[in-house]
Nanobody, 115 residues
Framework: QVQLVESGGGLVQAGGSLRLSCVAS????????MAWYRQAPGEQRELVAA???????NYADSVKGRFTISRDSFKNTVYLQMNSLKPEDTGAYFC?????????WGQGTQVTVSS
């Protein structure tokens, strides 16, 4: 009964900021990695940011310097801080947790950046 629930999406003007949250439930073990993906209309899903259990991070080139992935283990939550948002950041953002060998996905939260 693993469940990931994203929140924090919405409509924001270009140059603005949003913080996405992903709360996990039903997961007994620490994740091997946590990640955020996004999918824009008519495009394939792409990796935005990832973090290993040890704290190593990886970002898509398009968001480096603007997005930051972080984790609060006490709240079982992973965040994506998005600054200097651009219209091309628009899309559905999905949280992903890798636990042991299983991948778990949230249902997504919509981010729309107006120009």
């Amino acid at each position: 009964q693993v469940q990931l629930v994203e929140s924090g999406g919405g409509l924001v003007q270009a140059g603005g900021s949003l913080r996405l949250s992903c709360v996990a439930s039903g997961i007994s073990f620490s994740p091997n990695s946590m990640a955020w993906y996004r999918q824009a209309p008519g495009e394939q899903r792409e990796l935005v940011a990832a973090m290993t259990f040890s704290g190593r991070t990886n970002y898509a080139d398009s968001v480096k310097g603007r997005f930051t992935i972080s984790r609060d283990s006490f709240k079982n939550t992973v965040y994506l801080q998005m600054n200097s948002l651009k219209p091309e950041d628009t899309g559905a953002y999905f949280c992903n947790w890798l636990v042991i060998t299983n991948n778990y996905w949230g249902q997504g939260t919509q981010v729309t950046v107006s120009s």
